[in-house]
Every structure is written in C-alpha cells, then in structure tokens.
C-alpha cells in the first residue's frame, strides 16, 4: 500500500488511484476509453481498511482487465433509446415494444447506468420486476416476461457494439408463468354455436365460422375488416385484415375470404 504522499499524487499510479476517503479509502481504476461519449471510464469503490482498499483494487483492474464490467457510462435507457429504431420487428410488436419500455422499464431502470446493470444485473432488475413506483404491487407473470424480452433484445447488440462484456440479463430470474390450459368445445358443440349464431346474425356465423375453421390468433380475427371491391360485375363483400401481417409461426394458411 502507498503512502499518504503518494496517494495525493494520482498521476504517479497511472491506471489505479487509493486515497483516504472519510473513515476509510476510495478506490479508483482506469478502465478505457467510453465508446459512447468518448470519456475515459473508471471503476471505483471504498473499503474501510488499508488491506481491503488493496483487495479492491485488484479485484477493479482485474475486472477491467477481463472486460467483466461494462464499457461505457451510458444508461440503460440511452441503450434502449438506440436499439429499438434499428430494431426489425413488425409494427404491432414495435409499439408493445414502446408501451413497455414508457410505462415499466424507463420510470424504474431507465437511468440505471450499463455499469451498475452489468455488476449487479440479478439485484437491480429483479428489484424492479417486483414493485412498480409508487404501486407495490409485483408485476403479472406475463408482463414481467416481456419486460425480460425487451430488455434482453436491447443487450445483444449491446454486446455486439462493446458497450457491455456479456449479457447481464441472462442471470436475471423470471417469475413461472402458468401453464395455459384451453378447453375448446367438442365438433358438435362447435356446429350447434356457429349454427345458432347464424340465426342471431347472419354476418356473426360466418365470422365464427371463419374463426373455427381457420385457426387463426384473436389479434388476426379482430384485425378483420369489411370491404367492398367493385367492377363490371358489381360489388360483392369480403373480410380483409385492418393491418396485414404474416402469422406469428411465418406458416401459409389459407383463409376463406369472401363471405355471401
């Protein structure tokens, strides 16, 4: 360990600087240069004694020797902020996307820095899973799931650009989501449903027909929407998607399109 002398003389430690700091000592490593705003990075810590100041810092140089911490002093909310519109993903998925990251991610995690994410990514992240601001009330399953989603997508080209060593998200813990069960109604049931629901309408039993016969997801069915194509022969209606899109599993399937 240095002097007190030496200690009030940073340049003379190049990479590593201890000095005495209130009731014991801060420790700070030089850790490159920050690929986002070009500053130099540095990990720092305190300890309360001589031998644990020396501990420390060589637990810090080994960490930025070893890229086992983040690259940059970015937030995680500037990460997010330049994934997402390089981010390929259809429109629909975009703005669940954007409603996450405004509503739960920003307000709890947003100004959190990548260092502070990659250190202590379990601790931090999981914290915020469990009580949103101001509400104490854990998250659903399935939002929480999301959340994990988004913001393991937004690290992969973190890690890609340098800014972070691994993907931190990959030690975070996901609350078990209940398995679904459907109970869809028997072949018989089916045909009395759609039968009795022609004789109420006779546009909703072709819509439930549809539904039946093509297996398609609720967001698809409520997409559908009426229109009219006119020629030489006339007009005649049809069902066609508000917003078209492939299905989720990219598989072709054939729908019947024109309802008399």
Known sequence: MTSTKDQKKPGKWGRRTVRKHHAGYEVRVSAGTDPVTGRRMVLQGTASTVREAEKLRTKLLAEADTYRS???NASLGHLLDRWLPQHDVDEN????YESLIRVHIRPGLGDVALTALVRKSTETVEQSYGCRTHVCRPLAAATVGRIHVVLSAACRPALRWGWIPFKPMDAVRQPSKPKPSPR?????ET???VEE???QSPEWGPYLWLAVVSGARRGEMLALRPRSRRGRHGGSPELCLGREKDPKNQTDRALATRVR
Request: no cysteine; net charge positive.
């Open 93 to 96: 998925t975009r703005e669940s």
């Open 191 to 193: 045909a009395r449903l």
């Open 197 to 199: 629901a022609t004789r």
């Open 70 to 72: 983040a690259r940059t």
């Open 184 to 188: 869809p109604p028997m072949p018989a």
